[in-house]
Nanobody, 122 residues
């Protein structure tokens, strides 16, 4: 079993920055592919970024968001810069065992956090 707890969300003006954190416990953190997803009201949960030995991003956040991890601390991060109102959503961290399944599909992740709200005002 893996427990994931996100933090760092909040209200920020467009153009501002936030750093999300995800604390993991319960299993060997370094063996998991870790992902960030987000869900805005009335929309499906969508992929934002993932990290294992390399990093992956959705096109709309490339160059603005950076995903990173500290395996010795069981921590996952998402640095978000140049935020836009369309980035407003609940952000979730997720973990999956397999490195061979599609990192961008929600159904491939085994564990989820409870989410943290990010609101970007215009």
């Amino acid at each position: 079993q893996v427990q994931l707890v996100e933090s760092g969300g909040g209200l920020v003006q467009a153009g501002g920055s936030l750093r999300l954190s995800c604390a993991a416990s319960g299993r060997t953190f370094s063996s998991f592919v870790m992902g960030w997803f987000r869900q805005a009201p009335g929309t499906e949960r969508e992929f934002v970024a993932a990290i294992y030995y390399t990093t992956y991003y959705r096109d709309s956040v490339k160059g603005r968001f950076t995903v990173s991890r500290e395996n010795n601390k069981n921590m996952l991060y998402l640095q978000m810069n140049s935020l836009k109102p369309e980035d407003t959503a609940i952000y979730y961290c997720a973990a999956k065992y397999s490195a061979y399944t599609d990192y961008s599909r929600t159904k491939n992740y085994d564990y989820w956090g409870q989410g943290t709200q990010v609101t970007v005002s215009s």
